[in-house]
């Protein structure tokens, strides 16, 4: 190991590229929606070069599954509340929040975006969808091995997120707490 790979920390430069670079994208969703804008114009944004932003995701689908699943697993983690009752309840007014958020809508659309078949949607989208199932396997799995009965994680997209996306999709917001936990309720 030389010694710039002993001193490079995390959270240097190449984090605040990550962010630059994340922020722009999310931007440009919001303003111009998904597929309308080019790695160029995301590198232009950001206040980098086109050829860091292809070094680094590859092609612009990578990036934006990258990004739709980094807001994700930030602003919506998947909760431990010692149930799984209190888990989903949680996890579901987390995600309501980030999708009724100021740039929610954009996020919403890159993922239905990004969840389609066809050439821009089937490796990243695969990679969110693989991801979320994953992390909801997780708890769900927790809350059998506690003794709790639980559903499949399809059982949990279908009953609490894909409604709360619809609605935010249609504009049918506030998404309220009653709706959410009623959404919860109907699945357990």
């Known amino acids: 190991m030389n010694e710039r790979q002993r001193t490079r920390r995390p959270g240097g430069r190449s984090a605040r590229v990550g962010e630059q670079v994340h922020r722009a994208v999310t931007e440009l969703i919001g303003e111009r929606g998904y597929g309308n804008f080019t790695v160029g114009e995301v590198a232009a ?4 070069a086109d050829s860091s932003v292809y070094r680094r995701w590859g092609n612009l689908e990578n990036l934006l599954g990258e990004v739709a699943l980094a807001r994700l697993d930030a602003r919506s983690p998947m909760p431990d509340t010692g149930t799984l009752d209190g888990d989903l309840r949680t996890y579901a007014a987390q995600v309501a929040r980030e999708i009724t958020g100021p740039d929610g809508l954009a996020v919403v659309r890159l993922a239905v975006a990004l969840s389609g078949s066809g050439p821009r949607g089937e490796l990243a ?7 979320r199932l994953r992390q909801l396997q997780a708890v769900l799995d927790r809350a059998r091995e506690r003794g709790e009965e639980a559903p499949d994680a399809l059982a949990v997209l279908d009953h609490v997120l894909a409604p709360m996306y619809i609605r935010v999709l249609f504009g049918l917001v506030p998404l309220t707490p009653d709706y959410i936990d009623g959404l919860v309720d109907r699945l357990l």
């Open 45 to 48: 944004r950001a206040g980098v």
């Open 125 to 131: 989208g695969d990679g969110i969808r693989d991801e």
